[in-house]
Structure formats: C-alpha cells, structure tokens
C-alpha cells in the first residue's frame, strides 16, 4: 500500500473543502450555487448561507440568481462573520464574493479545516478585465474551481467578461442588464 493511500484511509471525520465558481456577470454563477447548496440540504446536511451586506439587488436576505431562483442567507458585513456564524455547520455558502475584504480565503481556510464545505461564487474579474477582490486567491486555494461562461451579446460567442454599459468609473456598480452586458474576449476590448 502507498504511504498517500494509507493517509487518505486512516483519516478520521468529516473532510472539509473549498470550491469556487467564478465567471462573468449573467454566467449562471449564483445558479450554479444555488443547485449546490439544495443539493446539499437534500442529503440532510446542515447548511448556511452568506452575501455581503451591500448586495440588496433582489432581496435584502435570500440569495437571488438572474432567473428569479432563490435561497435564505444571511447577509454579513465582513467575513470574519461568516466564521463565527458558520462555525457550526456542515456546509457553507457565499454568494457574491468579490464584494468580500480580503480576510475572506482565511476565513475559508479556517472553515475548511474544521470540516466544512465551502462553496463560493462571485466575478472573477471587474468590468475592466482585472481580478477582482479576494477571488485571484480563493481560486488558487480552492480543491475545485469551475468557471461558468455567458453568451456575448454582440456576437454569441462563450463571454467571460463583464462589459459596463454605463459610463461610471467607479469599481463598484450593483447593476443588472442596464449596466452590463456579458462580452467574449475579441467584443470586450473592441470600441463599441
């Protein structure tokens, strides 16, 4: 027997993990997670959601994906939050994680490490192509990541990218489809 072999077996308790889904904004990222977290509810498992306090684009509490589905959470200010509220859980949820301070992938480390299952889905990059908050390292931390694509609206390719409709320089803009439309590579850094 391989010594990986024998110390995968002779692990005792639940085995905690961090898995990301990331993508451009109308991806299906919250979808993604949603289906995941009911998932889990199904098989029994005790479960607990998380947004960020700012994101009341929806709902000010449940989880809202871009096709009206939804689930409970509970909005919190920082992450530091969500382990003191998740610490007791089997699963745990975080919607919108870009909007997170960066204290979020220790959080999840920490989370992990007790055992629980950390889901998080959030934008990987900004309206401008660049990484976003604290999801370049969850990314990299992560046991799974899954990246979710849109379709371009100008011309139906897979879209990564979040392209801003409206003329705000802002980072920070909650918008829907009168702010950002997905784009793929090529129309994202093409001039309208």
Same mark, same amino acid.
């Given at each position: 027997?391989?010594?990986?072999? %024998? ?14 889904? !990331?993508?451009? #904004? ?5 979808? &993604? ?11 029994? /498992? ?13 709902? +000010? ?9 939804? @689930?409970?959470?509970?909005?919190? &200010?920082? =992450?530091?939050?969500?382990? /003191? ?17 960066? +204290?979020?992938?220790?959080? !999840? @480390? ?5 055992? @629980? ?17 604290? #999801? ?15 379709? !371009? ?5 897979? =879209?990564? %990218?979040?392209?801003?409709? =409206?003329?705000? =320089?802002?980072? @920070?803009?909650?918008?829907?489809? +009168?702010?950002?439309?997905?784009? !793929?590579? #090529? ?6």
């Amino acid at each position: 027997m391989l010594f990986s072999e %024998f110390h995968f077996r002779s692990h005792s308790g639940p085995r905690g993990s961090i898995e990301v889904i !990331c993508g451009s #904004m109308f991806s299906g990222k919250t979808e &993604e997670l949603i289906r995941r977290l009911r998932r889990a509810k199904i098989a029994k /498992l005790n479960v607990e959601i998380f947004k960020p306090k700012t994101d009341t684009r929806y709902d +000010e509490t449940a989880v809202v994906s871009h096709d009206s589905n939804s @689930i409970q959470s509970t909005p919190v &200010e920082n =992450a530091s939050s969500i382990l /003191l509220l998740g610490a007791h859980t089997q699963v745990v949820g975080i919607d919108e994680a870009q909007f997170f301070d960066d +204290e979020l992938p220790e959080v !999840c @480390i920490k989370l992990a490490a007790k055992g @629980i299952r950390v889901i998080i889905a959030g934008l990987d990059m900004d309206f401008q192509g660049r990484p976003f908050g604290p #999801m370049p390292a969850l990314m990299a931390i992560a046991e799974d990541v899954t990246k979710v694509h849109a379709v !371009c609206v100008q011309c139906g390719a897979p =879209a990564s %990218f979040s392209y801003r409709t =409206a003329n705000i =320089a802002s980072r @920070i803009l909650l918008g829907e489809k +009168e702010s950002y439309e997905p784009r !793929c590579r #090529m129309c994202f850094t093409l001039v309208p």
